[in-house]
């Protein structure tokens, strides 16, 4: 839209014809900004990436409860609200249990469960840069009202029908891939749908936060991102947030890499269902 009103603008400097900027043309803009307007986008070095947002998790979890896919839906949910590492960290899930929250049996990867208060734990042996585990919570978002894409009242019935110790999904992470382009690309078309990568989750739940008023150094300790320690060299006041956030996650590869770096146990608790999340 910019580019066209440099365009126009142009235009109009030199005299030359502006018949083109009619009606029509107006109408057509007005309709692909409203299209576009959910879609957030991120630079990489593979090109852009289309970031998540609430409105397209609100589609993809209609999408996939009318295609009987609730796995699908268990894991868009935990992808989103957990600030998950998706292949390193979704994928590998296992069902778990309350008695698991200090430590795990050996050769565990995690533990998830829902509390009675419906808060979702999901326990971690190590992470990227927590080798010694983490354990992360995760309240209710509905409150008991319009439950459809609240992660915990989603778990609970899903964990119900799982073996514990055992992994939650089982579909290859290609495949996967290739099935949420593939949505997306029906719900906001495919030059941005084969834009997604699983980085779209992190970094588009954390955008999302960031222009709610949520600060960068609560978003990069929910996430996890060790990036967030250059925060204590500047005034919080003067960063632009979203571009801040994006220098972090530009350091993190998009198909996660192996957990390492320093950390002890590590246990933190963020509400991301305030609606102000200030």
């Known amino acids: 839209y910019n580019y066209l009103l440099y365009v126009l603008w142009a235009c109009k400097l030199f005299n030359l014809p502006i018949s083109w900027w009619d009606q029509s043309l107006r109408l057509v803009i007005s309709g692909a900004r409203k299209r576009s307007r959910d879609v957030l986008q991120l630079s990489s070095s593979q090109g852009e990436i289309t970031l998540l947002t609430s409105t397209l998790i609100t589609q993809l979890v209609a999408l996939n409860d009318a295609l009987g896919l609730e796995w699908l839906v268990v894991f868009i949910l935990l992808s989103w609200f957990g600030l998950l590492r998706v292949v390193s960290e979704c994928f590998p899930l296992q069902k778990g249990c309350a008695n698991e929250a200090v430590s795990l049996p050996a050769g565990r990867h995690s533990a998830v469960w829902v509390d009675h208060e419906w808060t979702t734990h999901i326990r971690f ?96 300790a929910a996430g996890d991102w060790r990036s967030g320690s250059f925060l204590s060299y500047v005034r919080e006041r003067e960063l632009n947030e979203v571009a801040m956030l994006r220098v972090a996650w530009e350091q993190e590869s998009d198909d996660d890499e192996a957990p390492g770096g320093s950390g002890g146990s590590h246990r933190r608790r963020w509400d991301s269902s305030r609606g102000d999340d200030g």
């Open 125 to 220: 042996r190590r992470r990227k840069h927590r080798p010694n585990g983490a354990l992360m919570s995760r309240p209710c978002t509905c409150k008991g009202s319009n439950s459809r894409c609240c992660l915990s009242h989603r778990l609970v019935p899903f964990l119900a029908r799982c073996e514990h110790g055992r992994a939650l999904f089982s579909e290859p992470s290609s495949r996967l891939l290739k099935r949420l382009r593939a949505q997306l690309s029906s719900l906001i078309g495919p030059l941005q749908g084969q834009r997604f990568s699983w980085k779209a989750f992190r970094a588009g739940h954390a955008t999302e936060l960031a222009e709610r008023g949520l600060g960068v150094p609560a978003i990069l």
